[in-house]
């Protein structure tokens, strides 16, 4: 399923930030938006149209989004994203794993709540929409087979190389760490595996890039990480 | 409990001293009296002599010159020959007239002679005998043998001495001991008191009123203690209430301009007037919520979560997070993080630390707007994890600096409480902010204490 097909379910009970939130998904691209004020809208909407995705108001009127999310998670799990305009929400959020997968603090401007709830989607369906591939101009990843397909040939990744270009291309535009691609390479124990990083990334460009020594995709931040440039990136 | 054990050794001291003082006292006052009776003897004895010598033959009989020989309190007195025969007499009792046999004398020269306390002189002719009322003296011989005598002035007496000393001594400790132990809790509740801990002695012996006060000084202190804090809490309760009510409205002002100015229906002047809606929403939303922070951090209601954390991906988790949120063409960011730097751990609340960076790079982008280079670096020593972001701007105005070197608690946040929470978000943790200006632009180092020993790598 295309991620702008999801299903949104927003819950928020200010009805101008609900109409406004609503109208920001729906200019970005999402097609199926339903909304609700109170946790019995809520819970009503959440049988009627299964969302694909919850964005929660941590205070309700008839209660609050901590214990709706419980209430809905046990019907069925689906990610769920907090929308608060108190620090001691955040602190809450922040401490206690409440499984929520992130949290927008209020007040938000658009692009950010586009991009977190897009993060969301990808993070959470990401076999289906990230598509089973990714293109580099003329360069083509196939995630299923894991092979690069480009003009001069087909190559074969490896897992690990597969896994970090994999974490490249959920914030592809974005820098992301040393730290965080070696996570995604090897899990919570990561550390000291930079410089084996580097060997990897090192073969991951030689098969993506047409002149690995002048990078045109897999971009070097110097003492900081990497990044997977867009498309239309210079 | 150093005090107390001072004031038992100047308890038991000054009890020494005046046992010391009394025994002084006593033995001077002795040895004046002794000296005193001792002066009065030889006129005792020379008028004894006088009046024996008053008595003299006149060729016919024994006569007192001088008339009598009773002076003062003496009633009666005689002159007996070597033979025991009354010569010369004076107002003796009838009773008396007799021969004096040689045991007689012996008798009554060492006790009494009826009753009468006599006292007898040698005289020429014979024995002076002369009395005084009956019961008017007490006489009593002091006979000892010299060993006994040498023992008692040698050692006795000053082992009497030494005993008396000792328990004085002893009896003083105990009352020490007494009186120290009733004092203790005393002791230690001021000791509480002073660093604000609540006590509650009780209120029973001699001490009891003073307890009785403590107490109250602590129930004081305690309501007073509370009364700031929720008189703190109260502020910054209503600090985050108003910042709460202030968001969702600037939702709506952000989110509208925001989608004013990507409408590209509409002409760039609305576009720019949307835009400017846009940026002063973001300064309000930044403002109310470093407002609600330092507020917090403040008053210490800001709940920290210290856990183990590595700064050196935090600094380039942070850092990216700049870079990603865009920054103009004109700034470059550098990272300075030596290898023996990177397995560093720290404990803290990483993310507030976090957000004392980003306050930082923030401070030093909106300050230089013709762009600058920032670095974000750091360095470690033995005690100590230094996070620096240096910029090569403008460097800070003195005043900022000026404000930003006075002690905390001193420090008015007037305009930029970015820069105080960045101070604020130090000392929580138990380090430092010190900020400078270099040769050209800031440099802000942020000093945390590491753990002694524990600095190893994960």
């Known amino acids: 399923m295309e991620q702008y097909a999801r299903n949104i379910l927003t819950i928020e009970d200010e009805p101008q930030v609900r109409e406004l939130i609503c109208r920001i998904l729906r200019d970005a691209g999402y097609q199926h938006i339903t909304a609700a004020g109170s946790c019995a809208e809520a819970r009503q909407r959440f049988q009627d149209q299964p969302p694909d995705c919850v964005l929660l108001d941590v205070m309700l009127p008839d209660g609050d989004g901590f214990s709706l999310m419980e209430t809905l998670r046990r019907q069925r799990d689906v990610p769920t994203l907090f929308l608060s305009a108190r620090d001691a929400d955040q602190d809450r959020l922040r401490g206690l794993g409440l499984g929520a997968d992130d949290y927008i603090v209020k007040p938000f401007l658009p692009a950010e709540l586009v991009l977190r709830v897009g993060a969301v989607l990808k993070r959470s369906y990401r076999f289906s929409s990230q598509g089973s591939r990714l293109r580099l101009g003329e360069t083509v990843i196939d995630w299923d087979c894991g092979t690069v397909r480009s003009p001069r040939g087909t190559q074969n990744l490896t897992a690990k190389e597969l896994a970090i270009l994999r974490r490249l291309a959920e914030q592809r535009g974005r820098i992301v760490t040393i730290d965080a691609l070696c996570r995604a390479g090897w899990g919570e124990n990561f550390f000291g595996y930079e410089n084996t990083l580097m060997v990897h990334l090192r073969r991951l460009r030689s098969k993506i890039e047409e002149d690995p020594s002048h990078p045109r995709w897999l971009l070097t931040q110097r003492g900081l990480g990497y990044k997977l440039a867009q498309e239309d990136a210079p | ?391 090569t701007g403008r460097g800070f105005p003195a005043a900022v600096l000026e404000r930003l070197h006075r002690p905390p608690e001193e420090a008015i946040p007037g305009h930029g409480l970015g820069l105080t929470i960045v101070r604020q978000i130090a000392s929580a943790h138990g380090g430092t902010a010190h900020f400078t200006n270099l040769e050209t632009g800031t440099q802000v180092i942020l000093s945390f204490p590491l753990p002694a020993g524990k600095t190893g790598c994960p």
């Open chain 2, 1 to 391: 409990m150093k005090g107390l054990g001072r004031i038992l050794t100047r308890y038991v001291l000054s009890a020494a001293g005046v046992a010391l003082t009394l025994i002084f006292i006593n033995a001077v006052l002795f040895f004046a009296y002794l000296k005193s009776s001792l002066d009065m003897e030889p006129a005792f004895h020379r008028r004894l002599s006088e009046l024996a010598a008053s008595v003299q033959w006149t060729g016919t009989h024994w006569e007192a010159v001088g008339g009598s020989t009773l002076e003062g309190n003496y009633c009666w007195a005689m002159l007996l020959s070597n033979d025991g025969d009354i010569l010369w007499d004076e107002a003796l009792p009838e009773a008396l007239r007799r021969h004096y046999t040689i045991p007689d004398t012996a008798s009554f020269t060492r006790w009494y002679l009826n009753d009468y306390p006599v006292q007898v002189w040698r005289h020429e002719a014979g024995l002076f005998v002369i009395a005084q009322p009956r019961g008017s003296q007490w006489k009593q011989q002091l006979l000892m043998n010299t060993q006994s005598l040498s023992l008692l002035l040698d050692y006795t007496l000053p082992a009497l001495l030494i005993l008396n000393i000792a328990a004085a001594l002893l009896i003083a400790l105990a009352f020490g001991i007494r009186l120290s132990r009733s004092v203790r809790p005393l002791a230690q509740g001021i000791s509480d008191l002073a660093e604000r801990r609540p006590i509650s002695l009780e209120e029973r012996g001699v001490l009891g009123g003073l307890s009785a006060s403590l107490n109250r000084a602590s129930e004081q202190l305690q309501w007073q203690e509370r009364m700031l804090q929720k008189r703190d809490r109260t502020r910054t309760e209503w600090i985050a209430g108003v910042s709460h009510d202030i968001r969702t409205p600037l939702t709506l002002v952000l989110g509208e301009a925001a989608q004013l100015e990507a409408d590209r229906t509409l002409d760039s002047a609305v576009h720019a007037k949307a835009q400017t809606i846009r940026i002063q929403g973001e300064r309000i939303r930044a403002l109310v919520s470093d407002l609600n922070l330092a507020s917090k951090l403040e008053y210490d209601l800001q709940p920290l979560r210290f856990q183990p954390f590595r700064p050196a991906e935090l600094l380039r988790e942070t850092a990216a997070e700049v870079l990603n949120g865009g920054i103009a063409k004109t700034f470059s960011l550098e990272m300075d993080i030596p290898s023996d730097c990177e397995g560093l751990l720290l404990q803290g609340d990483a993310p507030l630390i976090g957000r004392a960076i980003r306050n930082l790079t923030g401070n030093s982008i909106r300050h230089n707007p013709q762009g600058c280079t920032i670095t974000i670096g750091m360095r470690r020593t033995d005690r100590l994890c230094k996070l620096t972001v240096a910029d």
